[in-house]
C-alpha cells in the first residue's frame, strides 16, 4: 500500500490484461482501490488480477449487451464502479495512404477504440451521476492530435473523437457530480511494443521527445491517479493531457 489515495474507491479499467492498462490496474490497487481488472484474453486477465487480489471480468467492449453484462457482474460482486479507466483499444491497421486503407480496418479500429469507449461510458454514466459521484479517465493517444505518417489515419481519427467525447461527458455529466479527463500518450514501449518496435526506430524517437526518452506505462498509471485522485485534480475536468515527453514531430 502506498498513500491509499483510491482508498475505498471501486475502479474499473478496460483493457487491463496488459500493457499499460494492467501498469494503471497495479498503481490504483496499490493506492487502496479494488480494481477490477477487464479483457478479453481469461488467462492474462487472470494473472493480472492474481497478481493484484481485484475481481476480473471478460468484455468485447464493442458489444453494448457484453459491456452491460460486465456492468451487472461488477456491481453484484463489488459495487457500482466511481473510477473509470477507459483504455482498452490500440490500433487495428497499419499507417497507410488514405485511399489505401482497408474498410475493415478502419472499421475494427474505430470500433475497438471510439465505439469502445463510447459503449462504455454509455453503461457506466447513468449509475455515477445517479450516485453523484464519478472520476472517468480516457486514454487516446497524441495521434489523435495530429496528422502524421507513423499514425495510421483510424486510429487517429477515433482517438481524436475519443478526446472529444471526454470533454462533452465533462460538461454533460459535471453538474451530476462525475469528472472526466483523457491522457493523450506518445509512443510508449508496452512489453508488446518493444517487441514491434525496432530499436533502431525507438532511438529516433528518443531525439524526438525533449526530455530524451520515450514514456513508460508508469507515466501513464501515475498521470491517471492524479486524474483520478479527486483531492490531486478535483477542479479538473473536459481535460486530456498531452503526455509526450516534449516530442516535436
Ligand atoms: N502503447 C502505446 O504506444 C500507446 C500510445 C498512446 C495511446 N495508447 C493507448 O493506450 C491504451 C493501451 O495501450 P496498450 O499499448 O497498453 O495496449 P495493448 O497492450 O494492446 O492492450 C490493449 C488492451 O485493450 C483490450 N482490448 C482491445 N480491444 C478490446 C475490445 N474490443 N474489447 C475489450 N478489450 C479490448 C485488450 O484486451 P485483451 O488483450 O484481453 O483482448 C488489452 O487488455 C490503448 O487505448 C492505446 O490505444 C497506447
Do not use: C
Not at 112 to 124: G, P
Request: hydrophobic residues 45%; charged residues 20%; aromatic residues 4%.
Amino acid at each position: 500500500m502506498m498513500d491509499g489515495r483510491l482508498e475505498g474507491r471501486v475502479a474499473l479499467v478496460t483493457g487491463s490484461s496488459r500493457g499499460i492498462g494492467a501498469t494503471i490496474a497495479r498503481l490504483f490497487a496499490a493506492e487502496g482501490a479494488r480494481v477490477v481488472v477487464h479483457g478479453r484474453d481469461a488467462a492474462r486477465v487472470e494473472e493480472v488480477r492474481q497478481s493484484i487480489g481485484a475481481l476480473g471480468v471478460l468484455a468485447d467492449l464493442t458489444d453494448f449487451d457484453q459491456v452491460e453484462s460486465m456492468r451487472t457482474a461488477i456491481e453484484t460482486e463489488v459495487g457500482p464502479v466511481d473510477v473509470l479507466v477507459a483504455n482498452a483499444g490500440g490500433s487495428l491497421t497499419p499507417p497507410a495512404l488514405l485511399e489505401d486503407i482497408p474498410i475493415d480496418g478502419w472499421k475494427k479500429t474505430v470500433d475497438a477504440n471510439l465505439t469502445a469507449t463510447f459503449l462504455t461510458l454509455r453503461s457506466f454514466l447513468p449509475g455515477m451521476k445517479k450516485a453523484g459521484r464519478g472520476d472517468i479517465v480516457t486514454i487516446s493517444s497524441n495521434a489523435g492530435r495530429r496528422p502524421h505518417p507513423r499514425s495510421p489515419i483510424p486510429y487517429a481519427a477515433a482517438k481524436a473523437g475519443v478526446q472529444l467525447i471526454t470533454q462533452d461527458v465533462a460538461l454533460q455529466a459535471g453538474p451530476f457530480g462525475v469528472r472526466a479527463n483523457g491522457i493523450a500518450p506518445e509512443t510508449i514501449p508496452t512489453d508488446e511494443n518493444k517487441t514491434l518496435i525496432t530499436a533502431d526506430v525507438q532511438a529516433r524517437l528518443v531525439e524526438a521527445h525533449a526530455v530524451r526518452r520515450l514514456g513508460t506505462p508508469e507515466d501513464v498509471a501515475r498521470t491517471a491517479l492524479f486524474l483520478a485522485d479527486r483531492e490531486q485534480s478535483g477542479w479538473m475536468t473536459g481535460v486530456v493531457l498531452d503526455l509526450h515527453g516534449g516530442t516535436q514531430i
